[in-house]
């Protein structure tokens, strides 16, 4: 009898130890983490710095929000690749081939019509028809962006289960039909990233239902208030944005009743969003990027600004063991 009661008392104190551990290694009673990651192109590199900060911390990250390329290094991330994997993602890439769809085959030729397309130095400048029957010129349709954000993911740790499921993500887009702010939150992960960063006059819409996506720049740039919503008691954001708005009136006021993308630039929602949630993170880390903008993607500048992230993060390593000692981890 005492040799089962004594079985019994081990049962419990192993049950015991286990709650516990769960609780302080990611169980219910752990404050949640949301990583919020804002737009800005080539200055998302800065971000992949921070996340690298973020891992030799050991921050758990339950819920993730991102927009334009914050988007797609957040939905990279929720899938398992991580930081190392986003630096050399980063630094391998021909991006301006990438992202403007070019065919390198065709760089050294000046005119290329091939399978309805025509190509100008390897650039294409006309489609006949694309997958929704719109015709468009000069506009970029980001195919092969779409198709290596889609090769990614179906590859990822998540994917090939070496990771056991994804973080919960979400990303912002902006219909420009009704001009709203639209969360992406559910279907297809290379679908929402697309759309978050479909710059308007760069990148065509993205069609979904009756909605016409496009950068969600337009509407939410840092979307801590997103991960608030999906969960998150702790928000760590890290904003590209390098110049402020605090005290900003739109010059173009006097087209607010017009509709449109000109109500858009009367009124600036993004702005006003933006100067309140930069104030709402918990950790609010903003990488000093100088000279560089959205559009530099040469190797150099890359490597600059991977550096520039890192180093900031750093510098709030006080910061980032106060949110460790905050959520109850060691």
Known sequence: ??????????????????????????????????????????????????????????????????????????????????????????????????????????????????????????????????????????????????????????????????????????????DIRCQQEIILDTGSVVRNMRASMA????????????????DGGMSNNLPVDVVRKMGADVVIAVDLQQRKYDDYHSPFAFLKGMGGILKWLAERPDIKKYNVNRTQADLYINPELGRYGVTDFNKKAIKDILRIGEETALKHRTQISSVLKGIGVR
């Open 1 to 174: 009898m005492k040799k089962y009661l004594l079985v019994f008392l081990m049962l419990i104190c192993c049950g015991l130890s286990v709650m516990a551990q769960q609780q302080n290694e990611g169980g219910k009673t752990r404050p949640k983490v949301g990583l919020v990651l804002g737009g800005g192109g080539a200055k998302g590199a800065a971000a992949i710095g921070v996340l690298r900060e973020l891992e030799r911390a050991k921050i758990p990250i339950d819920y993730i929000a991102g927009t334009s390329i914050g988007a797609i290094i957040g939905g990279l991330y929720a899938q398992g690749y991580r930081a190392d994997d986003l630096d050399k993602l980063f630094r391998s890439q021909n991006w301006l081939s990438l992202l403007a769809d070019r065919d390198t085959a065709l760089v050294g030729k000046m005119y290329k019509e091939e399978d309805g397309v025509v190509y100008v130095f390897g650039f294409p400048v006309h489609k006949k028809a694309d997958v929704g029957g719109q015709k468009g010129f000069g506009i970029l349709h980001g195919d092969h962006v779409y198709d290596f954000l889609d090769s990614l993911v179906s590859r990822s740790p998540v994917r090939r289960g070496a990771l056991q499921q994804a973080i919960p993500f979400a990303c912002v887009a902006y």
């Open 199 to 214: 710059i308007p006059g760069a990148f065509k819409a993205i069609r979904m239902d009756t909605l016409m996506l496009v």
